[in-house]
């Protein structure tokens, strides 16, 4: 491709502003204000989040969905033993990434994730469509398969195995992570790359709030 018509490829952020004395004290009530307007937006994925981990000094990243947030953190649902459950068996310190390009915003949350409990991964996995509760036993998620026929023949298997159970049981190996933050980032685009980003910290159990240069 023309690297010309790459390096042209620039917007200039004119939506909003994010101001000191607009934001909220919490960063989670000021996350909720902001994934309330994603939700508004009515963009396809709003609760789409990259999810950075770090294995033996290297980074790997893969994008999840937000499950729930409140106080304790932030909830995905996945494998435990793919790729990205491993890594985080090795070290639990990971980061989210939003990206709401309608709104012009980012948000980053970094801190340690742990295993929501077993109770609370049964609750959701009850609550998704009945396919995609055979799908979480038929992917052994992260593992090489010589191909798509794997999947058909596993799917047609584990089909017929809960055929006749009205419940699919949860497969063990199947479950929430929770992010606890330390910190969260919100960047708003403003003109002319001076961006507006505000950071929440937290500080002996207190959010201490400053403002980045962008
Ligand atoms: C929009 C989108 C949503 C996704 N949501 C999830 C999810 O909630 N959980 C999950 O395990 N993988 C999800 N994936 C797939 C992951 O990006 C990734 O391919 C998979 O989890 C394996 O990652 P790993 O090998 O690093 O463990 C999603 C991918 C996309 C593009």
């Known amino acids: 491709m023309d690297k010309s018509k790459i390096a042209n490829l620039r917007n200039n952020y004119m939506l909003n502003e994010l101001l000191e004395n ?35 000094g290297k980074p790997k990243a893969r994008v999840v969905l937000l499950k729930g947030f ?20 090795g070290n639990n310190f990971a980061a989210l990434t ?30 998704r469509p009945r396919a995609s509760q055979i799908g979480a ?4 998620q992260s593992e090489t398969i010589v191909g798509r026929e794997t999947l058909d023949e596993k799917l047609e298997f584990y089909n017929h195995k809960f055929e006749s159970e ?13 992010l606890k933050p330390e910190s969260i980032e919100f960047w708003q685009g403003r003109p ?3 961006h ?4 929440y910290s937290l500080e002996n159990e ?9």
């Open 192 to 194: 002319n790359r001076l």
């Open 22 to 56: 607009n934001v909220s004290q919490n960063p989670i009530n000021q996350f909720t204000e902001w994934f309330n307007d994603a939700i508004n937006a009515e963009m396809k994925e709003a609760n789409a989040m990259v999810l950075s981990t770090v294995s033996d």
């Open 166 to 178: 009205d419940i699919v049981p949860k497969p063990p190996h199947w479950g929430g992570y929770v």
């Open 98 to 127: 939003f990206f709401w390009d309608v709104l012009e915003r980012q948000v980053r949350v970094e801190g340690e994730i742990s295993k929501l409990s077993e109770e609370d991964s049964c609750e959701y996995f009850w609550s």
């Open 70 to 89: 409140d106080e304790n953190g932030f909830v995905f649902f996945t494998n435990y033993n793919s790729h990205k459950g491993a890594e985080l068996e």
């Open 206 to 214: 207190n959010w201490r709030i400053e403002r980045l240069s962008p």
């Open 137 to 140: 036993w038929v992917s052994h």
């Open 196 to 199: 507006d980003r505000i950071l």
